[in-house]
Nanobody, 123 residues
Framework: QVQLVESGGGLVQAGGSLRLSCAAS????????MGWFRQAPGKEREFVAA????????YYEDSVKGRSTISRDNAKNTGYLQMNSLKPEDTAVYYCAADFLSTKVRANKPNYWGPGTQVTVSS
């Protein structure tokens, strides 16, 4: 099993940047595909980005593509989401998640989730 804890959220002005971190504990984090998801008030949780264990093929939801970078440091059991040019519509609770199967991450159904971190972008 993997336990995940996010950090790095906060309040930022539009156009600003934030770097979210996801600290993992447990076994074999380096073998899991890691993803970031978000849920805005009154909306369903949506996929943001994901990265495979080897970091070769990151993929992004269209609305964040070009503004966000997902990465991971397997030696530190930590994943990251760098978000730039933030917009008010990026306001949401951001969740880190992981699963051994990348298909489950892409399907918004990973087994392991963190508690979430709030990101608020003011206009």
């Amino acid at each position: 099993q993997v336990q995940l804890v996010e950090s790095g959220g906060g309040l930022v002005q539009a156009g600003g940047s934030l770097r979210l971190s996801c600290a993992a504990s447990g076994r074999a984090f380096s073998s899991y595909t890691m993803g970031w998801f978000r849920q805005a008030p009154g909306k369903e949780r949506e996929f943001v980005a994901a990265i495979t264990p080897s970091s070769i093929t990151p993929y992004y939801e269209d609305s964040v593509k070009g503004r966000s970078t997902i990465s991971r440091d397997n030696a530190k059991n930590t994943g990251y989401l760098q978000m730039n040019s933030l917009k008010p519509e990026d306001t949401a609770v951001y969740y880190c998640a992981a699963d051994f199967l990348s298909t489950k991450v892409r399907a918004n159904k990973p087994n392991y989730w963190g508690p979430g971190t709030q990101v608020t972008v003011s206009s």
